[in-house]
């Protein structure tokens, strides 16, 4: 398809996803929950701290539910689990 393009053999390294604690999750939520809307603080909120809508709404959702916000704990859980229930190292929000 490219015949001028060269193939680099080697295998790239994956980068490794970002890992928020609880605390900045929690920070975050109540940031964006303090942003006004149609003034593009969201916005900027969202690329200064390089963060997704989805992730915010995320923590959102979970920090109004109550359930755990530890790192991962979106990715973890089925949908509507709670963290805590779901993984074996953590009961109520605390390492077991």
């Known amino acids: 398809m490219?015949?001028?393009r060269k193939t680099n053999p080697e295998v790239q390294p994956q980068p490794e996803r970002r890992c928020f604690s609880a605390d900045y999750k929690r920070r975050i939520v109540i940031e964006a929950d303090?942003?006004?809307h149609g003034e593009g603080e969201m916005g900027r909120l969202l690329r200064r701290e390089g963060l997704t809508y989805t992730q915010v709404t995320s923590w959102r959702?979970?920090?109004r539910d109550g359930t755990s916000l530890v790192c991962?704990?979106?990715n973890t859980a089925g949908v509507g689990e709670?963290?805590?229930r779901s993984h074996p190292f953590l009961r109520?929000?605390?390492l077991a």
């Open 82 to 84: 709670s963290t805590t």
């Open 34 to 36: 303090q942003c006004r």
């Open 92 to 94: 109520g929000g605390e």
């Open 61 to 63: 959702k979970a920090h």
């Open 2 to 4: 490219y015949p001028n």
């Open 72 to 74: 991962g704990g979106s």
